[in-house]
């Protein structure tokens, strides 16, 4: 539900900038996208990377984010403050910590902050809108 609502949010904003022409002229307009998912990982590793990925293995730092994330769910549905909702926050705090420690990890945690920083900006009333204070 919240989720349709920054879809629908979302789109909106893209439609407007598009109707202000806020996306004219940009580089590489008219162009094939490079949607190569290893474009930023070195040519000698992408082989082994895409064997790895096929065979259903990520790094592990996506697997705690993937771990945070299944434990966020969780503790969003509970419905009290018990013994398991906080084993549960104490295992997010030390998963986040482990993440913090690797430079991968602090790339995905910052990665998280802008993600929460663009919802608030779309949510957020554009200038010269009446809700715009």
């Known amino acids: 539900m919240v989720m349709d609502l920054l879809d629908r949010l979302v789109e909106a904003n893209i439609n407007a ?4 022409g806020v996306f004219d002229n940009l580089a590489g ?3 094939p996208q490079n949607l190569d998912e290893d474009n930023g990982v070195p ?4 082989a082994g990377y895409r064997l790895l990925k096929n065979a259903g293995f990520v790094p592990p730092e996506i697997q705690t984010r993937r771990e945070i994330d299944s434990i966020d769910q969780l503790l969003r549905a509970a419905t009290s403050d018990d013994a398991e909702s906080r084993r549960l926050f104490k295992r997010r705090q ?3 910590l482990r993440l913090a420690e ?3 990890g602090r790339a995905l945690l ?24």
Not at 17 to 20: G, L, N, V
Not at 43 to 46: A, G, K, M, W
């Open 43 to 46: 040519e000698s590793l992408r």
């Open 17 to 20: 900038a598009s109707k202000r």
């Open 94 to 96: 030390w998963l986040e």
């Open 110 to 133: 910052a990665d998280r902050e802008y993600g929460a920083q663009l919802r608030d900006r779309l949510t957020t009333a554009p200038p010269g809108t009446a809700d715009h204070s």
């Open 102 to 104: 690797s430079s991968r």
């Open 29 to 31: 307009a008219g162009q």
